[in-house]
T-cell receptor, first 113, second 115 residues
Framework: GDSVTQMEGPVTLSEEAFLTINCTYT??????LFWYVQYPGEGLQLLLK?????DKGSNKGFEATYRKETTSFHLEKGSVQVSDSAVYFC????????????FGTGTSLTVIP | NAGVTQTPKFRILKIGQSMTLQCAQD?????MYWYRQDPGMGLKLIYY???????DKGEVPNGYNVSRSTTEDFPLRLELAAPSQTSVYFC??????????????FGQGTRLTVV
């Protein structure tokens, strides 16, 4: 079945450091891939997405490229800020499985000044 | 721009009580979902619906029921609440299909404690 595996946390970085959160997936069809962010006490918000192979999603300095050959969708940011502290979820949606969404377990990021 | 609205935001239940978590969306989405989020465990799908009158079980449906009488509303019913149902519950919706408009939109969540 479909699944998402993402890097375990928590991750602690200094401000302006480079961020990578790894995400790999298994899917039966041709999924769309997403990164969601959750700030404390809030729901999940879409950060970025990619709907087909080699697409790059980007938003607020974050980027992720849909790599079909490695079944990966790693999240990167060149210079993190304190305000990026949150939990990040990798997810996929597969029309082959009724458009269900499959989420990774989440990676908690703390950025210290 | 209401999006997905969940009520209540917080609730404390006693063991054996029942309650309904409300979820409404105003985006005319066909797909709606209920997830629970436990600490360090990510999101687990409880039930989902692909349209009015159609519901199906997700990964962890035991102890819950849903209905989908309209496109907009997707309430989640807890019967005989148990401590294991202490969690944060999220409702989400999506348009379904493929292409650019496939993302899920989430409500703010309901924090439920069963004592």
């Amino acid at each position: 079945g479909d699944s998402v595996t993402q890097m375990e946390g928590p991750v602690t970085l200094s401000e302006e450091a480079f961020l990578t959160i790894n995400c790999t997936y298994t899917a039966t069809g041709y999924p769309s891939l997403f990164w969601y962010v959750q700030y404390p006490g809030e729901g999940l918000q879409l950060l970025l997405k990619a709907t087909k192979a080699d697409d790059k999603g980007s938003n607020k300095g974050f980027e992720a490229t849909y790599r079909k050959e490695t079944t990966s969708f790693h999240l990167e940011k060149g210079s993190v800020q304190v305000s990026d502290s949150a939990v990040y979820f990798c997810a996929l949606s597969d029309s082959g499985t009724g458009n269900q969404f499959y989420f990774g377990t989440g990676t908690s990021l703390t950025v210290i000044p | 721009n209401a999006g997905v609205t969940q009520t209540p935001k917080f609730r404390i239940l006693k063991i054996g009580q029942s309650m309904t978590l409300q979820c409404a969306q105003d985006m005319n989405h066909n797909y709606m979902y209920w997830y629970r989020q436990d600490p360090g465990m990510g999101l687990k799908l409880i039930y989902y619906s692909v349209g009015a009158g159609i519901t199906d079980k997700g990964e962890v449906p035991n102890g819950y029921n849903v209905s989908r009488s309209t496109t907009e509303d997707f309430p989640l019913r807890l019967e005989l609440a148990a401590p294991s149902q202490t969690s944060v519950y999220f409702c989400a919706s999506s348009s379904g299909g493929q292409g650019e408009n496939t993302e899920a939109f989430f409500g703010q969540g309901t924090r439920l404690t069963v004592v």
